[in-house]
């Protein structure tokens, strides 16, 4: 296992990072299951445990909490707040009061009694930077958490939040977790620029490009992974971003074929050669998923493999742009646009 420095913050990670989305009703995972899980990731030398209090609607917090019981300084812990977790208006967002209350609840359920890093799950248009950033050194402060980081951030926000820290001379955000892989590579022309300049650390998620980079989906098959059920069309070959991304994976193989690895052991090879990158977050939902990911711990890709994957997938270049999640709400609700 390889490890680098989160960002300036001097704590130093492995460059794959274990993620608990699938821990609990999402993966349909037990808690012995997930122990299993994390048990074998932190002997392969993985030492940072990403979740989110929405993921199983606290289940993942739960079975994180479970696993490391016994041996949490050894663990980098990471979770996360801000996206809805029921109907009501006000459980949800990166308000004071929200992030107040909620990080409460993720500490019972972790069963810890700090955060190594916080962090907001999407940007909130309805909550100023200053509020936010406010809330989280004060908690910070109180010794709750550590380090506070976003997550899926425009470029533009994150540039923003930087300067409103220094306004009101607050604690800033120190890392940011963008969606990146071999078939969504627009970050390479704004946020990892934006981090690299800040000095944030950069975790990564879905690396694997929700399942596309596994090795399960080829041409000729039938598509059968989990999430093709949740998101249909994000699956559909007939539509054109989707085949274009079918295609891409077809060249891909060749080129870890010819190199010797399998696709994921390319796919996660690929994000953390990144400089700007400092760990891959990768999402196994069994224990054989986190064998095959593992693989990839200390696999360095040549130039000429990184020279043919940009044939295939340009740089700066997403496949499935629409997939991002960080498009300015307006873009999302014409009556922000026609007002």
Do not use: C
């Amino acid at each position: 296992m390889q490890y680098r420095p989160l960002g300036r913050t001097g704590v130093q990670v492995s460059t794959l990072a274990l993620g608990a989305m699938n821990f609990g009703s999402i993966g349909r995972t037990t808690p012995a299951e997930a122990t299993a899980m994390v048990d074998a990731a932190l002997e392969a030398g993985i030492n940072i445990i990403d979740t989110a209090d929405v993921y199983g609607l606290g289940q993942s917090e739960e079975q994180v909490g479970q696993a490391i019981s016994g041996r949490r300084d050894d663990i980098v812990l990471a979770t996360k707040a801000t996206l809805p977790i029921d109907d009501e208006r006000n459980h949800r967002g990166s308000s004071r009061r929200w992030l107040t209350t909620q990080l409460d609840n993720s500490l019972r359920r972790l069963g810890v009694d700090h955060i190594d890093l916080y962090q907001m799950h999407r940007w909130d248009p309805t909550t100023s930077d200053e509020e936010t950033l406010s809330a989280l050194t004060d908690l910070q402060r109180a010794g709750k958490i550590r380090y506070f980081g976003s997550s899926t951030f425009p470029a533009y926000r994150i540039v923003q939040a930087q300067w409103a820290a220094k306004e009101i001379r607050s604690s800033r955000y120190v890392t940011e977790q963008p969606g990146y892989s071999i078939l969504q590579r627009g970050i390479e022309s704004h946020v990892l620029p934006v981090a690299q300049e800040y000095g944030m650390g950069v975790l990564v998620w879905s690396p694997l490009a929700s399942g596309w980079l596994s090795g399960a989906i080829r041409a000729g098959r039938e598509i059968t992974t989990s999430r093709s059920q949740a998101r249909p069309q994000w699956y559909d070959t007939a539509i054109p971003s989707n085949r274009a991304k079918l295609d891409a994976v077809e060249q891909l193989v060749k080129v870890a074929d010819e190199a010797g690895l399998t696709l994921i052991q390319l796919a996660l090879a690929f994000v953390t050669a990144h400089p700007a990158v400092t760990s891959a977050i990768i999402g196994p939902r069994t224990l054989d998923h986190l064998t095959s990911q593992l693989a990839a711990a200390d696999t360095v890709l040549t130039p000429d493999i990184l020279d043919a994957i940009d044939a295939i997938v340009p740089p700066g270049v997403d496949l499935s742009p629409d997939e991002k999640h960080d498009a300015p709400p307006a873009l999302l609700d014409p009556t922000l646009r026609r007002r």
